[in-house]
């Protein structure tokens, strides 16, 4: 009877004999391992896929962006750069600073002819408009990092939620090993087996989860740092062009 059972597991392939001694708990184990699965994989092709899309929209960006001094003219000419997290701080940037520069944050045909003529704006009026950026930043990283829970998760709980369904599937088997009186390799071998799958499985779903989650992390705080540069920069260009600093402070004004 043994050598029958190692030849149905050559046959068929210690995975798939293993599925078919699996106990219901340590199926259902696997159930939910399989579900996590898809979740990491899902997010794990479209977290790539928005990682690649905001490098190559924010190196588009950028080369515009430095071609030229004049630091609202993207803005004007309306050029959009989807899928770039540079280009949304620098709208949100370019809305506010135009809502005090001109009143009104709408980019029309008469746009670059009230520019001209609109005076600079005071050094409390940037620090709103620096404030909206950095509010721009924190929502872009904040989008960037969605989802990422998901994968983080798989990494940490997919191997225990295996090991659970081992434990349970290797108790089962010494409780039947204990009722039926006597212990020996070819009653104990097919309830191991099919308690070992569940670990395998749950070191399946995590590995490539955690390779996938360590490339991510690391692309995305790129990401995140370049956007704080950018910001910083956009916040010189807007400074040195747009604001005037020739109020200086005088004491004789407190006094009063």
Partial sequence: MLGLTCL????????????????????????????????????????????????????????????????????????????????????????????????????DDTFRARLETAERIMPSQMRVVTTA???????????????????????????????????????????GVALAGSANLQAMAPGVSGALITTVTGLLVAIPAMFGYNFLVTSIRSLIVQNDNFAAELASEFEHKYVNHSHSWRPELVDK
């Fill in 133 to 175: 950026m950095e509010r721009a930043v924190g929502e872009s990283a904040l989008r960037l990092e969605s989802q990422m829970i998901l994968l983080a998760t798989a990494v940490s709980g997919a191997p225990f939620l295996g090991l659970l369904g081992t434990v349970w599937g290797v108790m089962d088997t010494f409780s």
């Fill in 8 to 107: 149905l597991a050559a046959r068929t392939g210690g995975l798939v004999y293993a599925f078919t001694e699996a106990t219901p708990e340590g199926k259902l184990v696997l159930a939910a391992l399989f579900i996590g699965s898809i979740f990491s994989w899902s997010v794990m092709i479209t977290k790539i896929r928005v990682v690649r899309l905001a490098r190559l929209q924010n190196d588009r960006f950028l080369q515009l962006f430095r071609s030229d001094r004049q630091p609202l003219k993207i803005y004007d000419s309306k050029i959009r750069f989807d899928g770039s997290p540079l280009y949304s701080i620098y709208r949100a940037g370019c809305k506010e600073l135009a809502f005090h520069l001109l009143g009104s944050t709408e980019a």
